[in-house]
């Protein structure tokens, strides 16, 4: 039985909300582990939700409104009555099920050491590394763990012990020097996007109006999401 003809089920049976969305697009299968260093690509980034929210008992229908998967976790705490977290940043999707009200400008992707990438929809700007990047590229953490291994003696006797962010509930953390293959991007180009034109994105675009909007949009949510400086310095831009 496919995956949708089961949902459909699910929906005629559900009393509550229903999410369905994959961490990544199934295209990342074809690129394995290499799609996660190079730029985030819409084949990657771009994936499917599909959501049963029975305040508006929406079905069969589709929005064009920019989303993401942060949004789940407010949408179903607001059907259950709680008020989401202050550090939680995604919004409640009830009206944008439905009729489609946008719950945001502009989303901010990407992965640790690689491209800062926002959208609004229409564009996708991809901000790379300028030279001497990798200098201010460092891991701050709790957990000194990478995927496989722990940090090494090395790595830790680098480690400084700073200030943490807005969304570590007052506690310091370890800032330590970047190491390994995440730490140096496969390519240090810059791209801008038209989606509606190449969605594709096999030819980039030259719009100086276009790119300015996109990085006000890049710098501000950088800002809102509390960015360490170094992020700033080794994309070549200030804070606004």
């Known amino acids: 039985m496919g995956m949708l003809t089961c949902f459909k089920q699910a929906l005629m049976k559900a009393n509550g909300v229903i999410c369905k969305t994959p961490f990544f697009s199934l295209s990342h299968i074809l690129f394995h582990f290499a799609s996660c260093f190079l730029p985030f690509y819409n084949v990657v980034a771009h994936i499917p939700m599909f959501i049963w929210d029975p305040r508006s008992k929406k079905c069969g229908e589709r929005r064009k409104s920019l989303v993401q998967n942060i949004d789940m976790a407010p949408t179903i705490l607001r059907y259950f009555g709680i008020e989401p977290p ?107 996007f038209d989606l509606e034109n190449d969605y594709g994105q096999m030819d980039p675009v030259q719009d100086s109006e276009v790119e300015e909007r996109m990085i006000h949009y890049m710098l501000q949510l950088m800002q809102e999401n509390d960015a360490p400086e170094p992020i700033f310095v080794s994309e070549g831009c200030c804070r606004n």
């Open 86 to 192: 202050k550090d939680m940043q995604g919004f409640d999707l009830e009206r944008t099920i439905r009729d489609d009200t946008p719950v945001r400008e502009a989303a901010l992707f990407g992965i640790h050491g690689g491209h800062v990438n926002v959208t609004d929809g229409r564009y996708v700007y991809m901000r790379g590394w300028v030279e001497g990047g990798e200098a201010c590229h460092y891991n701050y953490t709790l957990t000194p763990m990478h995927i496989h291994t722990r940090f090494s003696v090395e790595e830790l006797g680098q480690a400084e012990y700073v200030d943490g962010f807005s969304f570590t509930k007052g506690l310091k953390v370890l800032k330590v020097p970047g190491t390994g293959r995440g730490s140096s991007p496969q390519t240090r180009e810059t791209f801008l």
